[in-house]
């Protein structure tokens, strides 16, 4: 599904009464299926542009679509994944996917078998008895990735789910948020801190700079595609490391280009 966002602005009240801007101006139109990675230093707003675009937050200025629909709270069209996991301890792992479905009245059968399902698409067939305790990070956050595809959303919206794994757990998650994305075609916006990881997953990369924040970079990439071929080797590709090279220039500059 096609997410615009039009003259997006948001202003944070302060303690003096004043407010605020945190985001400006931003302007952003994402096609159907496309994997759109934001990058920008801590503070330029990611997350809060991700929450506007979630319904959690009401933008001060502009508008928010998903196709002809405008954003106006949060809705099952969008599905968020967040850095830290979320799950009840006292539901299982099956029972943390499904509970959305619960609250929608859905028949417990049906909640059943949905959950096992989005267990599957995330590599954890048959965990689903399992207590969240018994899990590693990574499978919490299979079990939070599930949560959010069970209600089948048009758009996933990620911020830096990958950012409290260790290093190894972080790149198998990698090749499994491409795998997920190939299998179910999704819209996803992935906030990241990370530039590589920004690359490996991308189709886009639009990076945001400034106090307030706007769009200083956009531009499409190809090693994600790539990856789902190859694997990580694309990470020791020439043209990796050369982009890497490049973009960490724009990133630092903080400069329009
Ligand atoms: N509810 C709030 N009230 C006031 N200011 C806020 C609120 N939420 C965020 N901010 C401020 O807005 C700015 C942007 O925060 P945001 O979390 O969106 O940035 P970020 O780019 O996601 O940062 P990080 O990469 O560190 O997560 C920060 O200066 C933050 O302090």
Redesign the pocket.
Known sequence: MKLTIHQLGVH??QPDGSE?P?LDGIDLAIPAGELVVLL??????????LNAIAGFLPPTEGEIWVEQRRVSGPGIDRGVVLQTDALFPWLNARDNVAFGLRLRSIPLQERHNRAEEALALVGLAGKGDHATWQLSGGQRQRVSLARALIADPDILLMD?PLGALDAMTREQMQDLVLEVWQRTGKTILF?T?GLDEALYLGTRLVV?AG?P?RIVHDEPLAFGRHALEIGSKVKSLPAFAAARERLRAVIFAGAPT
């Not at 920008?40 to 542009?49: D, R």
Request: hydrophobic residues 35%; aromatic residues 4%.
């Open positions: 944070f009240p605020a945190v920008g230093a801590s503070g330029c707003g990611k997350s809060t542009l830096e906030v801190h945001l106090k924040g």
